[in-house]
Nanobody
Framework: QLRLVESGGALVQPGGSLRLSCAGSGRSLDYYAIGWFRQAPGKEREGVSC????????KYADSVKGRFTISRDNAKNMVYLQMNSLKPEDTAIYYC????????????????WGQGTQVTVSS
């Protein structure tokens, strides 16, 4: 079975940068579209970005467009989310998730999830 593990979350100041990683094991990630989601306390889980199995389709939420970049290295079974110009409203637990086809933005369309990594943006 596919397992996903996120890493890279930290406490950073506004305007700072982080790179989140999503490591896959058990199956090759190149078969899957990978989405990044985030959830702040008291809020619904929301889609941040998605990349298709071979990178042909990439999507971003309007709130992160121009600041975040999703990428993947299938040879390393890794997906990344580069986060620049971070804002306090980016504070959330960030999750990566896998789906066999497409690149949807809704959490219930995804099958496998990591445990999440905490990103806190504060001065």
């Amino acid at each position: 079975q596919l397992r996903l593990v996120e890493s890279g979350g930290a406490l950073v100041q506004p305007g700072g940068s982080l790179r989140l990683s999503c490591a896959g094991s058990g199956r090759s990630l190149d078969y899957y579209a990978i989405g990044w989601f985030r959830q702040a306390p008291g809020k619904e889980r929301e889609g941040v970005s998605c990349i298709s199995g071979y990178g042909g389709t990439i999507k971003y939420a309007d709130s992160v467009k121009g600041r975040f970049t999703i990428s993947r290295d299938n040879a390393k079974n890794m997906v990344y989310l580069q986060m620049n110009s971070l804002k306090p409203e980016d504070t959330a637990i960030y999750y990566c998730a896998a789906r066999m086809a497409g690149c949807p933005s809704r959490p219930y369309d995804y099958e496998d999830w990591g445990q999440g990594t905490q990103v806190t943006v504060s001065s």
